[in-house]
Every structure is written in structure tokens, then in C-alpha cells.
């Protein structure tokens, strides 16, 4: 038959493929593969919502999670509108502007940046003021 001795017509048992969010299989990950960015985009964005309110949520944890390199993930999201941290950053600042004109939670400044993990209210009082054209006292005394 070959040359090969008993141990080299052994076969090898392959790795168990890991899935992630909607059973996409993240083991063989080809960022290139147009099909399947979408799906990986999506399994992040997903990861991510569930977990706004977590200190520790960062583009390398959802990495890991999704058992893709960070660089792959990188990749992924250059090919839409904004980076992923920028994706992150976009939806704290979105709840944290559902938060604050609540009339049950009134959260001040700092509140809300501590809420939503920024550095500190003036990067905070920044980054919403660039989304939403207003400041925070500002949005949450607007009419609804």
C-alpha cells in the first residue's frame, strides 16, 4: 500500500468544530470569505448588546468568546460603517440616552458614565454630544 508505518496510517482525529452565536462555526474562520463576515458581524454586535453593562466588554473578550482572533475581528468590521469598538461606543451612548429623560432614573453626568464605562464624564459629555448634537441635560429636557 505505502510506505508508511502503523503510526503513520493512523489517522489523526481532527478538533471538534466550536460554534458561536446561530451556530456559526468559528474554528476554520476565513475572514476573507465574504459569506461569512455578515454572520460574524452579527454574532459580535449580538455578544455585545447582551453585555453593555459589563466593566470587562472590549473587541478582544468578544474575540475570544467567538474563538477569533482579534485582528480577525478587526477585519471583519472594517468592511462596515464603523469599527467595533466604535459599535460599542455608539450603543452605551444609545442606552445611556433611553436612561436619561426616564423619569424613574434620573442619572446625572457622572452616573451615566460610570453606568456605561467611559474614562469620565468629560469624555462621556464629548462622545454624546457628537452623537446626538445635545448634551445630556440638554437631551433629557427635550419633549418626547
Known amino acids: 500500500m505505502s510506505d508508511l508505518g502503523p503510526s503513520g496510517r493512523t489517522r489523526v482525529p ?12 468559528l474554528d476554520h474562520f476565513d475572514d476573507r470569505e465574504p459569506t461569512f463576515t455578515p454572520a460574524l458581524a ?11 453593562a459589563d466593566a ?18 478587526q477585519r471583519v468590521f472594517a468592511s462596515l460603517d464603523e ?14 440616552a433611553t436612561a436619561l429623560p426616564a423619569p ?16 469620565d464624564s468629560s469624555h462621556f459629555l464629548h462622545a454624546f454630544k457628537k452623537q446626538y448634537q445635545a448634551t445630556p ?8
Do not use: M
Not at 481532527?14 to 452565536?21: H, I, M, V
Open 56 to 73: 470587562d466588554l472590549s473587541p478582544a473578550t468578544i474575540a475570544a468568546h467567538l474563538h477569533v482572533s482579534l485582528r480577525t475581528l
Open 42 to 52: 452579527q454574532a459580535a454586535k449580538n455578544l455585545a448588546d447582551a453585555r453593555l
Open 14 to 25: 481532527q478538533r471538534p468544530a466550536r460554534t458561536g452565536q446561530g451556530g456559526l462555526v
Open 104 to 119: 424613574d432614573s434620573r442619572l446625572n453626568v457622572s452616573e451615566a458614565a460610570a453606568r456605561w464605562h467611559f474614562t
Open 83 to 96: 469599527s467595533f469598538s466604535a459599535y460599542i461606543r455608539h450603543r452605551r451612548l444609545e442606552e445611556a
Open 137 to 144: 441635560a440638554q437631551f433629557a429636557r427635550r419633549p418626547t
